[in-house]
């Protein structure tokens, strides 16, 4: 739970300082989509707008906490007990719970 509200409060101030600046310099009724102007209201073109920036921003929120992992984990895992590590490892001679 606690992700998600990581990823979702800032992806949502990002998405309405996306809408405000992109429909500051762009109007919604001038926009066209594959050659056909929109046939929707300011209201619903803002409201798509603003889910589209949302989306966009939470995604990139999203895949910075995915990739996002601890240099212990990554430095200390290992998948071989200690006996299976190849010889030279400095830890295959270890016999802690750390080295697990």
């Not at 990554?74 to 270890?94: E, H, Q, S, V, Y």
Request: hydrophobic share 45%; charged share 15%; with cysteine.
């Amino acid at each position: 739970m606690q992700r998600a509200i990581w990823v979702m409060w800032p992806s949502f101030i990002i998405g309405g300082i996306a809408e405000a600046v992109f429909f500051t310099l762009f109007d919604p009724m001038d926009m066209h989509l594959f050659g056909e102007p929109l046939e929707m209201g300011r209201t619903a073109i803002y409201t798509l707008g603003f889910f589209a920036f949302w989306a966009v921003a939470a995604a990139s929120s999203a895949l910075t906490c995915f990739l996002q992992k601890p240099a212990a984990d990554i430095n200390n895992f290992c998948p071989l007990k200690p006996p299976d590590r190849p010889p030279g490892c400095p830890r295959r001679d270890c016999s802690q719970d750390c080295c697990e």
